[in-house]
């Protein structure tokens, strides 16, 4: 027979959890479960340029420049001023996200990821390369040990120019998409608004440099290109490295370009010009015109560090006003475009790596030598021994190098592990590290990848509580127990009338208010009723 009993609030309870769902795919299999992958570019004629808007339809965007602007809107446009918004309440300066001008995109398959992808679960391989996520959002090569012993902190990295973004200017002749008609051939800029790439927002002035792509590692990066100019950020004190302070200056340069005369040519330097106001004097009163603005004086004659070219090799050297201190190699290449230099101070010792291997050192002797010098890219004080050549990736850290440290940053080109990037509640995952464009590019030919990460799905368990009070469910309707085995009989057997016969559970059904049977519990073996005390059979399901 069946007891009906409707339920209290206090008898149900929902709880939500989540469950992790493996999927594995193929690039062949990828589509046919509603996923794909893009190569998508950062367009490269004005937006309007008489036949060269033809990408802005929906038909012709081959290039998927669309899809571009959409990530870079989303997910990359201003993330350091922005972060709040891009990444909530992460800690910013451990989340890196630079798009340079080719994307690569994966498209998950929705219905796969739930309601995100779970962190730390996804892995990608091709070939002999194999991508994780970092549980951050990056996507890494396993090829390298996270870590800041492996990767020096960001908190030390004090100036960084790429150049980011560096892509957007490549042709001089588009600003913002539109096409300019008297453009200038060189970059310029005041100071205002211009910032290096790090953390701590460095302004920057930029006098008559070019930008353009340059091969580095295997892959196209936006690179400087100098010829009688020269970029300068003004003096701080976070640049004044004395004898008790560690530092190391790091930069890709140009081999093709290194000067075999006896010229120097300042690569970068903290020394020879500052900033200052002139004082009004009798001969120079207030209300002269340009009495009171800033100009460019000598500065002091100490000086933390300059890096120039003289006779084929590279010279680091610092100075304390008495002594000076210095350490040179031959740095050339018949074999690499471009060479990645350290040069670094360690404790007492100066130091100049070429491609990740020491080839010089020397004792520094110099005590003070801090000034308030502007730092100078490209030239010394802004005025004389112009550098010709091209340099990218310069990076100033307020302490020295590991050997680990100096090899990792001259792999990965820019001190980091990344590769690209993984949106876990989209689905997406990018590829933005222009060594690593072959990866799911369909422009690449074939792709052979595999891929393996576990989808978060919301589940709801769902619990009643069916309680039996010991005066009910004491007889039943079976009709094994009727004498005439009907249950319509109502004499009972014999064994049926004792006190010590008992009805059986089974079976517990679940209804709604029309009756309708929703769930059906089936017990793994049937339950004694008890007249003496209450019962409650708990009835769990998941929807």
């Known amino acids: 027979m069946s007891i009906f009993k409707k339920f209290s609030k206090s008898d149900i309870s929902i709880t939500p959890f989540t469950a992790h769902k493996q999927n594995t795919l193929t690039s062949s299999s990828l589509s046919s479960k509603g996923g794909n992958y893009y190569s998508s570019s950062f367009p490269s ?168 792509p340059h091969n580095i590692g295997g892959g196209d990066y936006p690179v400087i290109n100098f010829d009688k100019s020269y970029i300068t950020t003004p003096h701080h004190s976070k640049y004044n490295f004395n004898s008790d302070n560690n530092f190391a200056i790091s930069f890709f340069i140009s081999s093709s370009e290194i000067p075999d005369n006896t010229l120097k040519k300042y690569i970068i330097s903290k020394s020879t010009t500052k900033k200052s ?132 940053l001259s792999q990965s080109i820019d001190n980091k592990p990344y590769v690209g990037n993984i949106f876990y509640s989209n689905g997406l995952a990018t590829i933005t590290k222009p060594n690593y464009q072959k990866i799911i590019n369909p422009g690449e030919g074939d792709q052979n990848f595999s891929l393996q990460y576990q989808g978060t799905h919301l589940i709801y368990e769902n619990e009643y509580q069916c309680m039996i009070e010991q005066h009910e469910y004491d007889y039943t309707m079976n009709p094994t127990v009727r004498k005439t085995r009907s249950q319509y009989g109502e004499e009972l057997a014999d064994f049926a009338t004792g006190s010590y016969f008992r009805p059986y559970v089974t079976t517990i059904g679940l209804y709604n208010e029309d009756q309708e049977l929703l769930a059906v519990g089936k017990l793994g073996q049937a339950i004694r009723m008890n007249d003496e005390t209450d019962m409650t059979f708990v009835v769990r399901y998941d929807t």
């Open 45 to 212: 004629q004005a937006f309007r340029n008489g036949s060269g808007f033809e990408w802005a339809s929906l038909d012709n965007d081959t290039n998927q420049h669309k899809k571009y602007f959409q990530l870079d809107h989303l997910f990359y446009k201003d993330s350091k001023f922005n972060y709040i918004n891009k990444f909530n309440t992460i800690e910013y300066s451990n989340h890196y996200r630079v798009l340079h001008d080719k994307i690569n995109i994966l498209s998950l398959p929705y219905k796969s990821i739930g309601s995100e992808i779970k962190l730390g679960s996804f892995t990608l391989t091709t070939g002999s390369i194999s991508l994780k996520d970092d549980h951050k959002g990056h996507l890494y090569d396993t090829q390298f040990d996270l870590g800041d012993e492996n990767f020096k902190n960001e908190n030390f990295r004090i100036f960084n120019l790429g150049p980011e973004g560096g892509h957007k200017a490549y042709n001089l002749n588009v600003k913002d998409g539109n096409e300019l008609i008297n453009f200038n051939s060189t970059y310029s800029s005041n100071k205002v608004g211009i910032l290096d790439d790090s953390f701590l927002f460095n302004k920057l002035t930029y006098q008559n440099v070019t930008f353009s």
């Open 277 to 408: 106001i002139l004082t009004p004097n009798i001969f120079t009163p207030t209300n002269t015109t340009g009495s009171s603005q800033i100009t460019n004086v000598e500065s002091e004659p100490q000086y933390p560090f300059e890096i120039y070219y003289q006779s084929q090799s590279i010279h680091f050297s610092r100075f304390d006003g008495t002594t000076i201190s210095s350490v040179s190699t031959i740095a050339t290449s018949s074999n690499i475009d471009m060479l990645h230099i350290i040069c670094q101070k360690s404790e007492s010792n100066l130091e100049l790596y070429v491609n990740g291997n020491k080839l010089a050192t020397s004792t520094d002797n110099t005590t003070l030598t801090q000034n308030t010098a502007d730092l100078f890219i490209g030239n010394k004080g802004g005025e004389t021994n112009y550098y010709t050549g091209s340099l990218a990736q310069i990076m100033i850290f307020d302490d020295n190098l590991s050997q680990i440290q100096i090899n990792n």
